[in-house]
């Protein structure tokens, strides 16, 4: 029986991460979590998803803007009565991580895996770029939004998600330090890279 092991993708907006994500899981007959990580860790605690939704990498604003800075220590969220810190539900969000990752082999698409599995040896970690240019014109398709509006949205996505990586790990996002791997997805295209990770991985896990 193949020792349990864990994949972590990291990836910029455009860059077909997800889709990447997804193929390599399903290649190796593994589970994929990404949203489905915010229905497992409401289900856990008992908490409304909405709340997990609000430190989600790409919905950010309760942490790096309005009325609630990085230095603060409670959120606008209020449940039951009780103030709840988006650190606290970072924790318990990277539990329910840390105990998928024990239970079963599988992959996790952002929300920091890589820094909440970093004590795991049998880990990698992965992180997907594109051109600009192509992850521009993948997000103007899968929104069905003008190149214009497209080239926003990366730009802002982009910081969220390197403000989000920092404030929760201390590490760069995006930095060849902080993974195992960095790919360019436009140099080979979606199924090449596929690939590559998968020989990569089989390698790195003996499988």
């Not at 997000?139 to 910081?159: F, H, N, P, S, Y």
């Amino acid at each position: 029986m193949t020792e349990k092991f864990t994949l972590t993708i990291g990836r910029q907006l455009g860059s077909g991460g997800r889709e990447i994500g997804k193929k390599i899981a399903e290649n190796l007959g593994i589970s994929f979590y990404d949203k489905e990580l915010l229905q497992i860790a409401s289900r856990e605690s008992g908490l409304g998803k909405e709340l997990f939704e609000e430190i989600d990498e790409k919905k950010s604003h309760s942490i790096f803007g309005g009325s609630l800075n990085l230095g603060s220590s409670f959120s606008d969220l209020f449940y039951t009565g009780y103030y709840l810190s988006n650190e606290t539900l970072f924790k318990i969000q990277s539990d329910v991580i840390r105990k998928l990752a024990e239970k079963e082999s599988c992959l996790f698409l952002g929300r920091c895996a890589d820094y909440v599995l970093q004590e795991i040896p049998r880990c990698l970690n992965i992180f997907i770029s594109a051109d600009l240019e192509d992850r521009v014109r993948r997000t103007a398709a899968l929104r069905q939004v003008k190149v214009a509006k497209a080239r926003e949205i990366v730009t802002r996505t982009d910081k969220k998600r390197a403000e989000y990586y920092r404030f929760y790990s201390n590490k760069t996002w995006g930095a060849a330090e902080s993974y195992h791997l960095c790919i360019n997805s436009s140099v080979l295209g979606i199924d090449q890279t596929v690939a590559f990770i998968l020989e990569f991985a089989s390698k790195k896990f003996n499988l």
